[in-house]
């Protein structure tokens, strides 16, 4: 069973930084498609950044593009999400989300939320 934990939120100020972690088990990055999401209060869930083993064309959401950045550590199981710059909008509940064997490209993934395994949140607050 494929299990994500999400973590590293918390508070910061405009323009500063932040790393989120999501920890993989269950899994390992052979063939996969990964996911960062954020839900803002009253907003709908949107895709913020996905990557995966076959696609090298990583997606970021244009309102992150030049600012956050995804990474992958295999040996460690976990994806991060760096987020630099930070501005009050990007306020939100943060999730990962997996799946494997994918067949579809990044932007796919991020447009439609279509994988199969998902984290708790962990929730970013920026100040102004």
């Known amino acids: 069973e494929v299990q994500l934990q999400a973590s590293g939120g918390g508070l910061v100020q405009a323009g500063g930084s932040l790393r989120l972690s999501c920890a993989a088990s269950?899994?390992?990055?052979?063939?996969?498609?990964i996911g960062w999401f954020r839900q803002a209060p009253g907003k709908e869930r949107e895709g913020v950044s996905c990557?995966?083993?076959?696609?090298?064309?990583?997606y970021y959401a244009d309102s992150v593009m030049g600012r956050f950045t995804v990474s992958v550590d295999a040996a460690k199981n976990t994806v991060y999400l760096q987020m630099n710059s930070l501005k009050p909008e990007d306020t939100a509940v943060y999730y990962c989300?997996?799946?494997?064997?994918?067949?579809?490209?990044?932007?796919?993934?991020?447009?439609?939320?279509?994988?199969?395994?998902w984290g708790q949140g962990t929730q970013v607050t920026v100040s102004s």
């Open positions: 269950g899994f390992t990055f052979d063939d996969y498609a």
């Open positions: 990557a995966s083993s076959h696609d090298d064309s990583t």
């Open positions: 989300a997996a799946t494997l064997i994918p067949t579809y490209g990044n932007a796919y993934y991020c447009a439609s939320q279509d994988l199969d395994a």
